[in-house]
């Protein structure tokens, strides 16, 4: 599998986006705002970042001379694999659904995912304006304090008047 290979691949998932957010060396592929799969575009051969169980990851590593430990990533979630002929595409792909699955998985756990196709705006109901905010009390007296207490400190940059 090639670079573009990868690319499609990638964005044939959905809410999937992609963007250089790290510069123009670098593409980065999303999930609804989160990293899925990385791409560097200067390398060569080409590499990619991909999200993986840990224990997945090392076993990856020692069957794949090409997988490594995620490069500039968590090394325990991510691995950085350099796409070659000895890795099948259709081994690279189930790591790319994997990858996409693990993100995607913790996005419906945090927040709902965004519909793929969005709808009108729905109109909100007016609500009651909140109470305003409390006012902060006003520092006790120094009299009450008390005898262990550190005098305040004067103002950095004021300098005392001379005698």
Not at 49 to 57: G, Q, S, T, V
Not at 59 to 72: C, F, I, S, T
Not at 92 to 103: A, G, K, M
Not at 105 to 116: G, N, Q, V
Request: glycine share 4%.
């Amino acid at each position: 599998m090639d670079l573009e290979d990868f690319r499609k691949y990638c964005l044939t998932k959905s809410n999937v986006s992609e963007g250089t957010p790290f510069g123009p060396d670098v593409l980065v592929f999303k999930v609804d705002g989160k990293v899925f799969a990385l791409a560097s575009l200067d390398d060569v051969p080409p590499q990619v970042n991909l999200k993986c169980d840990p224990e997945r990851a090392l076993d990856l590593r020692d069957r794949y001379e090409e997988v490594r430990p995620g490069y500039h990533m968590n090394k325990r979630h991510w691995n950085t694999i350099e796409l070659s002929d000895r890795i099948p595409p259709a081994e690279l792909r189930e790591w790319i659904d994997h990858s996409y699955e693990l993100v995607a998985a913790r996005l419906t756990k945090e927040r709902p995912r965004r519909p793929l196709v969005r709808s009108a705006p729905v109109e909100q109901k007016q609500t009651e304006e909140p109470p305003p905010r409390q006012i902060a009390k006003p520092a006790a007296d120094r009299s009450r304090q008390s005898p262990t207490a550190k005098p305040a400190r004067r103002p950095r940059g004021k300098r005392r008047a001379s005698r």
